[in-house]
Each structure stands twice: as structure tokens, then as C-alpha cells.
């Protein structure tokens, strides 16, 4: 099967510094891969779409400068908080678009903390 | 027993009961419905999937049925097992259109 990892998978950082989390598809291509954040008790809630090669696509209301997306070959999309705040403390959650299938496959997801 | 907590509501069921999880879609136009299991602290996991060219579908042990006329679908699992203690999600798309919307989401209780 598909298997998409995210490194790494918790973190904890202090208000104002940058962290950056990865999401790899491990046996399969992905052209497009998804970046979600859930908090506690509630659903994930789409925050962009990346595309290899290309700049990503944001929901309303996610600020393109705060969460950096990279998407740089194939494999590997990153989504950098920049300037993290207590507030940006959640569980995100990738997602990657096999490119010979189309069907759509989760990272386990990355707890982040903001202290 | 059904109950609605702050933000997920949870169903409660015994082991070896049927346990069916409900969800109300919001696109009229939607046409592909995917029902992912999440465990505490994981990504969610693909459980079942039905196109709107159907109104149901079986796997192992699940099925998913598809009322397009009232934008309801719902999960039935059979003989439920503690190991199915999850929260449950459905999730909706348009055809050609990868992007997912995800429902509030089912807490299941299973008790031995």
C-alpha cells in the first residue's frame, strides 16, 4: 500500500521561532499533496493545496506568509510556521494525490506545540 | 446511546452490536464520499468509498449508504469490536476535483 510519512511527528517550540514540518510520499509520486490542521475534537480543516513545481493554494482566511508551503519534487512537500504563536498549536496533517491513481493518502500527522 | 459533547458527538455502543454513524453532507453537486476512520493521536485511514452513482456499497464488515435526496450518508458497521473505537469522518469531493471537505466527525465507543 501507499505510505505517506511526516517527520516530525511532534514538536515543541517556543513562541516566535519557526518550525518546519515534512511530508514524504514514500512509495509513490505525488503531484499534489494537502496540508491539514485539526484541532482537539473537531475535523481537519483544508489550509492549502501544493502542486510540484508550483505555488501552493490557500484557504480563505490561512495566511500564505505565516504557513510556507514547499513543494519541491515529487516526494516531498514542507509547511514551515513561520513566527509560531500558542494559538498555532494543533495536530497538521498531510495528504498526497498519487499521480498514477488519483487516490489520496494521509500522513500520520505532526503534534505541534507552542510554548 | 447517542450523545452530543462539546464539539464531536459519540456513539456508544457493546461489543458484537451494529453500530451506524451518520453524516450530512453540504454540496448538492458532490459526488464522490469517502468514510475515513481516525485513531487518537493518527492520520485518518480510508475505511469506504461510494461515487453518487450508487446508493450503497459493502466491504468487510461496513457498508455506506448514499440518500442523495436529503445529502445524508452513513456508515454501518457490523458486529463492532473495541478495535473500532474511533472517531469517524465522512468526506465529500466533486468529480475532477481532488480536494476533500470533511464532516464534524463521530466519536465510537465500543465497550467489551
Known amino acids: 500500500g501507499a505510505v505517506v510519512s511526516q517527520h516530525p511527528s511532534w514538536v515543541i517550540c517556543k513562541s516566535g521561532t519557526s518550525v518546519k514540518i515534512e511530508c514524504r510520499s514514500l512509495?509513490?509520486?505525488?503531484?499534489?499533496m494537502f496540508w491539514y490542521r485539526q484541532f482537539p475534537k473537531q475535523s481537519l480543516m483544508l489550509m492549502a493545496t501544493?502542486?510540484?513545481?508550483?505555488?501552493?493554494?490557500?484557504e480563505q482566511g490561512v495566511e500564505k506568509d505565516k504557513f510556507l508551503i514547499n513543494h519541491a519534487s515529487l516526494t516531498l512537500s514542507t509547511l514551515t510556521v513561520t513566527s509560531a504563536h500558542p494559538e498555532d498549536s494543533s495536530f497538521y496533517i498531510c495528504?498526497?494525490?498519487?499521480?498514477?491513481?488519483?487516490?489520496?493518502?494521509f500522513g500520520p500527522g505532526t503534534r505541534l506545540t507552542v510554548t | 446511546g447517542e450523545s452530543v459533547g462539546l464539539h464531536l458527538p459519540t456513539l456508544s455502543v457493546q461489543e458484537g452490536d451494529n453500530s451506524i454513524i451518520n453524516c450530512a453532507y453540504s454540496?448538492?453537486?458532490?459526488?464522490?464520499f469517502i468514510w475515513y476512520k481516525q485513531e487518537s493521536g493518527k492520520g485518518p485511514q480510508f475505511i469506504i468509498d461510494?461515487?453518487?452513482?450508487?446508493d450503497k456499497r459493502q466491504g468487510q464488515r461496513v457498508t455506506v449508504l448514499l440518500n442523495k435526496t436529503v445529502k445524508h450518508l452513513s456508515l454501518q458497521i457490523a458486529a463492532t469490536q473495541p478495535g473500532d473505537s474511533a472517531v469517524y469522518f465522512c468526506?465529500?469531493?466533486?468529480?475532477?476535483?481532488?480536494?476533500?471537505?470533511f464532516g464534524k466527525g463521530t466519536m465510537l465507543l465500543v465497550s467489551p
Open positions: 495528504s498526497a494525490l498519487r499521480r498514477t491513481s488519483g487516490e489520496q493518502y
Open positions: 512509495d509513490f509520486q505525488a503531484t499534489t
Open positions: 501544493s502542486n510540484e513545481g508550483s505555488k501552493a493554494t490557500y
Open positions: 454540496n448538492s453537486a458532490s459526488d464522490y
Open positions: 461510494i461515487r453518487s452513482n450508487m
Open positions: 468526506a465529500e469531493s466533486l468529480e475532477g476535483d481532488s480536494t476533500l471537505t
